[in-house]
């Protein structure tokens, strides 16, 4: 059974940060691509950042230079430091797992963690 387990959500005023970490089991497919997505009320869900299994990363233009992802592979976890926190940056963040030819839709997605910047 696949499951996707997000933690580090939650509230804070802007200008801060949160670490976000998404635990990943029941997959053992090495090539791989994790990312984190957003979606907020009344919005698409849309990619944040991704890290290929080898390490390479892709980040969504708002969030260049204030975001990182990294990944742990022996403990199958991804993580995204979020620094400068801006109120638009509020929104459901979710982890999803895809093998390297997938669509993002077509992989594994977590249950979601709410972050909120106050401004």
């Known amino acids: 059974q696949v499951q996707l387990v997000e933690s580090g959500g939650g509230m804070v005023q802007a200008g801060g940060s949160l670490r976000l970490s998404c635990v990943v089991s029941g997959i053992i497919f090495s090539s791989n691509v994790m990312g984190w997505y957003r979606q907020a009320p009344g919005n698409q869900r849309w990619l944040v950042a991704a890290i290929t299994s080898g390490g390479t990363t892709n980040y969504a233009d708002s969030v260049k230079g204030r975001f990182t992802i990294s990944r742990d592979n022996a403990k199958n976890t991804v993580y995204l430091q979020m620094n400068s926190l801006k109120p638009e940056d509020t929104a459901v963040y979710y982890c999803?797992?895809?093998?390297?030819?997938?669509?993002?839709?077509?992989?594994?997605w977590g249950q979601g963690t709410q972050v909120t910047v106050s401004s």
């Open positions: 999803n797992w895809k093998r390297s030819t997938w669509r993002a839709a077509d992989g594994y």
